[in-house]
């Protein structure tokens, strides 16, 4: 049966399945033979079935019947891959094909079926974390360099990363403002401020708000945040150090001095780089290893001329090509995130031009597929290799004996890699949060945790409501659900997980289960599943309930996290504002220059003066709330 593929990204229609109607049931290579028959010679992507119905191969052709008719023929020689591909035609039970337009929306709707179907013979690197991105828009009179997770390339902008680390991100920025002085503040600020900030008296700003600097002079430093991006960094040095002397020269010492500091900033920054490529390249270095079916692809991310983070992900080969893995790598590492310009490749993918065009639409420039026989790309390639070619080592407590306990327990395919846990917590019905903790294989996956500030969850605490509106945040994204999703509570908090997944993912629900505490003190905690009233019979010590305990005490934690953070936060907040003559400007200015509560507190009314900028009674009234404050709070 042939159908015509809508677009690629939703791929909501699929060809449907030959049945017993149309051809005599069959199995393995005559199950393809059968439907060659009925298969067209046009571009598109095909999903092989097994006897449950389960689609465990997903692939896609310039031509489906040539592509299929190659399955029907025996190997040439008989390798690891050769017999994998031959265990896998033996579990072909059914063959379904969807017809592209074109190549390139067979591509986009391959990975598009893979991530839904999470075919065995696939690969899906799961991949949960949003990375940070410098953006600059040029376009605007006076442009401003912010850090933003979900990068949008058709606003015109120019982005900059990723950046695996988000602190090392922000440190970045604040060393980048010193140097370079764009403006901090929001669009609306920056049209309805009458005097400047304290940024323009601190000189971290040149106060366009105010007309100190014009459009033309604003726009040359913007295109040195751009030069800087670019590798410039010491050409521009260089050029800041003749305009330094310049001034100097022409007794313009308040000029000189700030520019003085800003070269001593930019230096600072560049000698503090490790530089692996000079040219300041933004680039990934991806490397495979194939260790007899045991895959570990390793991603080196190069950004401002330095390795910025590196990563190995680890998968059973199964029955694809090293050429056939990397495509699909590649398509879920930039499912999210824009690719780079460059990206340096330890095997080509099949069709690398094609696989290019797709990842340049993706990004909205141009994107190289480059491997490179020789130079410093061709090192830091290597470097990629031998990461990959290092065994990430084991944790001293194995736990695929505890996820195939779960399995059988809860009644599922196959060991869930990746489980997640959802806990809620709340002062007395105020500030509630949640969060979410992954594992995969057993270990903590930090990229795949995520926190919620609840919201309409004021006043008296209601965790069923708690709970609902924390699994619908958590499953109406783009995330993939995980294998087993957890939920912290028992029994009440399961039934609500049913409800929201049987609302949401009807079709991909993941399995669900409850922990609970014991009933009494000393009692184990307690296993729930969906349509069952009794906890799961599992020992006090049995490894499958540790794991899961672990993984709750770990979700439980994050939470806490969160909320001690945002109490934290209110505390600061309600005590600044208490303070007679201290609005939000002289509040900005006290933390700024004591960079916390504590700090505050432990000043006098003359440092507060000399550091904060305060007139001396008003800092006299801080000093003596705080001190009255501290009282009333007694020893700690």
Do not use: W
């Not at 307690?526 to 672990?550: S, T, Y």
């Amino acid at each position: 049966m042939i159908e015509a593929s809508p677009e690629p990204k939703s791929a909501k229609r699929e060809a449907k399945a030959m049945t017993s109607t149309d051809i005599q049931p069959a199995h393995g290579v005559e199950a393809i033979r059968q439907v060659l028959a009925h298969t067209p010679d046009n571009p598109g992507c095909y999903l092989m079935k097994d006897a449950a119905g389960q689609v465990i191969y997903v692939g896609k052709a310039k031509r489906l019947k040539a592509r299929l008719g190659s399955y029907t023929r025996p190997p040439a020689s008989h390798t690891y891959y050769t017999n994998k591909v031959e265990a896998m035609k033996a579990k072909v039970a059914a063959v379904e094909f969807v017809v592209t337009a074109s190549d390139k929306e067979a591509v986009l709707l391959e990975h598009t079926l893979i991530k839904r179907h999470r075919p065995r013979y696939n690969v899906e690197l799961r991949d949960d974390k949003s990375y940070p991105y410098f953006r600059l828009a040029l376009a605007d009179d006076f442009p401003r360099l912010s850090l933003v997770r979900r990068p949008n390339p058709a606003d015109g902008a120019r982005y900059f990363g990723p950046f695996d680390s988000a602190g090392a991100a922000k440190q970045t920025l604040r060393m980048l403002q010193r140097i370079f002085p764009l403006r901090r503040c929001a669009d609306a600020a920056l049209k309805n401020r009458v005097r400047p900030c304290l940024d323009f008296e601190t000189g971290r700003c040149l106060g366009p708000c105010v007309g100190a600097i014009d459009r033309e002079g604003y726009q040359q430093l913007a295109r040195q945040v751009l030069e800087f991006f670019g590798g410039g960094g010491r050409r521009l040095a260089a050029e800041m150090e003749a305009r330094m002397l310049a001034a100097a020269a022409e007794e313009r010492f308040e000029d000189a001095a700030r520019l003085r500091d800003r070269l001593r900033a930019l230096q600072s920054t560049l000698e503090r780089q490790q530089v692996s490529l000079t040219d300041g390249s933004q680039l990934d270095a991806v490397a495979l290893h194939d260790a007899e079916g045991a895959l570990r692809l390793a991603v080196l991310k190069v950004r401002l001329g330095r390795v910025e983070d590196s990563r190995v992900f680890e998968f059973e080969s199964e029955a694809l090509s090293p050429a056939e893995v990397m495509g699909q790598a590649l398509l879920s590492l930039y499912a999210t995130a824009p690719p780079p310009p460059l990206i340096l490749l330890s095997h080509l993918p099949e069709e690398p031009e094609l696989l290019a065009e797709v990842l340049a639409e993706r990004a909205g420039r141009s994107v190289e597929l480059r491997r490179p026989r020789r130079g410093d790309k061709r090192g830091l390639l290597e470097l990629a290799m031998i990461n990959a070619g290092q065994p990430r080592a084991a944790q001293d407590d194995d736990s695929g004996p505890a996820l195939a306990t779960l399995a059988r327990k809860l009644n599922l395919a196959g060991p869930p890699r990746r489980m997640e846990c959802v806990d809620i917590s709340h002062l007395g019905g105020r500030l509630t949060v949640a969060s979410v903790a992954a594992f995969e294989d057993g270990r903590p996956r930090k990229a795949g945790y995520r926190r919620y500030k609840l919201l309409g969850q004021e006043g008296a605490p209601d965790d069923y409501a708690s709970m609902a509106q924390a699994l619908e945040r958590r499953l109406s994204g783009d995330d993939p659900p995980p294998d087993l999703l957890i939920v912290d509570g028992g029994k009440g908090q399961l039934a609500v997980a049913v409800d929201v997944l049987t609302r949401l993912r009807p079709a991909q629900a993941p399995a669900l289960a409850a922990i609970a505490k014991g009933q009494a003190p000393g009692e184990p905690d307690r296993l729930f599943a969906p349509g069952r009233k009794n906890p799961l019979n599992l020992a006090a010590r049995d490894r499958a309930l540790l794991l899961v305990m672990r993984l709750r005490d770990e979700a439980h934690r994050f939470a806490v996290e969160y909320h001690k953070l945002l109490r934290s936060k209110a505390l600061k907040r309600s005590i600044l504002d208490e303070i007679p003559g201290v609005g939000p400007g002289r509040k900005k200015k006290l933390l700024t220059a004591f960079g916390s509560l504590a700090a505050l507190k432990r000043a006098s009314a003359r440092e507060m003066v000399e550091q904060a900028g305060l007139d001396r009674p008003t800092a006299g009234r801080v000093e003596a709330f705080l001190a009255a404050l501290d009282t009333l709070e007694g020893p700690q």
